[in-house]
């Protein structure tokens, strides 16, 4: 049963615009969250994170939201560029999990120019 | 530079041959991680070490090994026994007070 789902397995934006990348969570003991950038061959690179006790949090041109009682997160990128283009991958965890991540099937997000 | 290597970024084995990974990492990280990666799969953890000398299964534990003889070093085997080698297969390391992963850059790995 997958504890974080990523909807979307593919989005594609085009360059200046804002790209929303959706993530749903079952497990209600979650209450940490990360959003990973990947590129094909290479390994996923930590973006941005956020924890329950918050509803937003912001870096630069990203931002992820959070809604505990939707269990749902988005990850907000803008304005989308070009080099944002790979799949991002969504992780949550909690306190008593041994810092365990559990990830989503990741979403391919391309940025036209 | 701090950060995590692993290699090769490529292997090649025939079926039946057990390969060992590398992972190592200088960021001074307790604890280590092995994923796999399969195509339009998210990562699904084979196993972790929060600590040296101990380690513990993840969720597709079956037909691996490990090792942590030193904080820096966490090497898998992927042995004979392993169904579906054929994989990604990326290794992460993290701190104690944080939970984010860092990752390597992953090998690829093929058994034909």
């Known amino acids: 049963d997958q504890q974080v789902k990523q909807n979307s397995p593919s989005l594609s934006v085009q360059e200046g615009r804002i790209s929303i990348l959706n993530c749903d969570y079952t497990n209600s003991m979650f209450d940490y969250f990360l959003w990973y950038k990947k590129y094909p061959a290479e390994g996923p690179t930590f973006l941005i994170s956020?924890?329950?006790?918050?509803d937003k949090n912001e870096d630069g041109r990203f931002t992820v939201f959070l809604n505990k009682s939707a269990k749902h997160l988005s990850l907000h990128i803008v304005p989308s560029q070009p080099g944002d283009s790979a799949v991002y991958f969504c992780a949550a965890t909690y306190g008593g999990s041994q810092g365990n991540l559990i990830f989503g099937k990741g979403t391919k997000l391309s940025v036209k120019p | 530079d701090g950060g995590i290597t692993q290699s090769p970024k490529y292997l090649f084995r025939k079926e039946g041959q057990n390969v060992t990974l590398s992972c190592e990492q200088n960021l001074n990280h307790d604890a280590m991680y092995w994923y796999r990666q399969d195509p339009g799969q998210g990562l699904r953890l084979i196993y972790y070490?929060?600590?040296?000398?101990?380690?513990q299964k993840g969720d597709i534990a079956e037909g691996y090994s490990v090792s942590r003889e030193k904080k820096e070093s966490f090497p898998l085997t992927v042995t004979s026994a392993q169904k579906n080698p054929t994989a990604f297969y990326l290794c992460?390391?993290?701190?104690?007070?944080?939970?984010?992963?860092?990752f390597g850059p992953g090998t690829r790995l093929t058994v034909t």
């Open positions: 070490s929060q600590i040296v000398n101990d380690f």
């Open positions: 992460a390391s993290g701190g104690a007070k944080t939970y984010e992963q860092y």
């Open positions: 956020i924890s329950s006790i918050k």
